[in-house]
């Protein structure tokens, strides 16, 4: 059986992050990688996507993006390329096609069984991702037969779909991009809106994730938020990548001619049964943008720069017409698939140590498992609210690497 001190699943930025920092500190390790470097970046996402985060915010410990296009937003071969090339001057031990399908504790640290044969290791460092799934409600189950259903990580572009409309259900990253591009492929778009977190691309000149980087909003802390569980489970940011950097939100939406329909709450007899609150869901997430805003101001004036940027101003508030419907027939041939852009989970089924929630959610503290020599990385708000963010694993690597060191340098002690 092949030994190394530390094992890491998974070559994604966290996996390559935590390899980084290991090597800085001299500690043996290998990164195990079921496919390619950035294999989530190769094959689960859709064929335009680009990221939502500029180009200046692509960088990890020691690499960082350099070309001459900071505020531009990369498409996926770009990104593959950059984790590529991380992976390569950073030296990382990666060894690719392993699949890791078994992890169990013993004496001393942990047997972790891949498709290429057993290792041991006394650390074991999950950073395997927290999207490797979507995550779709359970009615889903009585969506009639005829209507296809697919996932953002199934779907790669309108051509391929079936004829006919597309219903999306959830209206955060992925749902307003998809959104966006099926009803410009000239399709019937509905897009069912819950809870939401509208942003502008831009405000007072520079992109809104320059702001919050700015005022500090991307480094706080898990620790100083009142309620993290809650923060941890937030949507995604109403925001798309485009090199026009534009803002895509629900008023924008609505008049490319997508129409805007509430929660999906139920399905029977083929029919779907849609909430009422859709005012209410935008009228908060005006709001939630408002106070934002009027936080970057604070920042602004505070630190004595109001003449650096253009004058504070607000956006207008989503409108969402006054008709609100209430149901949908599904069976009438006039929406043929509905793509649940409702969120994505981690799949932990190969993890063999009783370290999981009721509802399948990895115990941890900042990071620290909740089992001896366990960590895990690339989390919602793990460490940081930028944890789940390419920007966000150099830093949080760097803490956990700390951590690791220090649970070693005692074992040896
Ligand atoms: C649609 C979408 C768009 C996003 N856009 C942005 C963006 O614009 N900017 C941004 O900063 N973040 C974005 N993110 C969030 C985040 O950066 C990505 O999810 C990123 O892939 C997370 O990196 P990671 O290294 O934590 O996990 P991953 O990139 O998912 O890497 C995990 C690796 O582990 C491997 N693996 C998993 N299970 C096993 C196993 N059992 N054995 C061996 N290997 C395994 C996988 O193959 C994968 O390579 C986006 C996420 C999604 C889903």
């Not at 994604?12 to 043996?28: E, F, K």
């Not at 106070?291 to 650096?308: F, H, P, Q």
Request: a neutral charge.
């Amino acid at each position: 059986m092949r030994f190394a001190t530390t094992i890491i699943i998974g070559a994604g930025q966290s996996g390559l992050a935590m390899s980084r920092h290991l090597t800085a500190r001299s500690i043996d390790h290998v990164v195990l990688e079921r496919g390619e470097v950035a294999n989530s970046w190769r094959t689960e996402r859709w064929d335009s996507l680009r990221l939502l985060t500029p180009n200046w915010q692509t960088r990890l410990t020691g690499y960082a993006y350099d070309g001459d296009d900071p505020d531009g937003f990369m498409a996926m071969p770009e990104v593959v390329r950059f984790l590529q090339r991380y992976a390569e001057v950073s030296d990382a031990p990666v060894v690719t096609g392993t699949r890791v399908t078994r992890v169990r504790r013993v004496e001393g640290g942990y047997v972790v069984s891949t498709s290429q044969g057993p290792w041991r290791c006394r650390m074991l460092v999950i950073a395997s991702g927290a999207c490797n799934i979507a995550a779709i409600p359970s009615l889903s189950a009585d969506l009639p037969h005829e209507v296809t259903s697919l996932t953002p990580v199934q779907y790669r572009n309108p051509g391929l779909l079936p004829d006919g409309g597309v219903m999306i259900v959830g209206a955060s990253a992925s749902g307003i991009q998809l959104a966006r591009e099926i009803r410009a492929s000239g399709r019937r778009v509905l897009l069912s809106v819950g809870e939401h977190v509208r942003m502008p691309r831009t405000y007072r000149g520079r992109d809104i994730l320059w702001w919050m980087d700015a005022i500090g909003a991307m480094d706080v802390h898990y620790d100083a938020v009142e309620d993290i569980n809650r923060a941890r489970r937030l949507p995604s940011l109403q925001l798309v990548g485009t090199p026009e950097r534009v803002t895509v939100d629900l008023n924008s939406l609505r008049k490319a001619g997508v129409e805007l329909v509430g929660r999906l709450v139920g399905l029977r007899d083929g029919k779907a049964q849609l909430s009422g609150s859709l005012a209410n869901h935008c009228a908060l997430a005006d709001l939630k943008m408002n106070r934002l805003l009027a936080g970057i101001d604070a920042w602004v004036s505070a630190n004595g720069l109001a003449e650096r940027f253009p004058a504070s101003h607000r956006y207008e508030p989503t409108d969402v017409g006054t008709e609100t419907r209430l149901g949908l027939d599904l069976r009438d041939g006039r929406i043929s698939t509905v793509i649940w852009a409702t969120g994505y989970r981690p799949d932990y089924s190969w993890l063999d140590v009783p370290v999981l929630d009721r509802k399948g959610r990895i115990q941890h503290d900042g990071g620290v498992v909740a089992a001896p020599g366990m960590y895990v990385l690339g989390l919602p708000f793990m460490r940081r609210r930028k944890s789940s963010f390419i920007d966000g694993a150099g830093d949080d690597a760097a803490d956990l690497a700390e951590h690791l060191n220090l649970e070693l340098t005692r074992a040896a002690a």
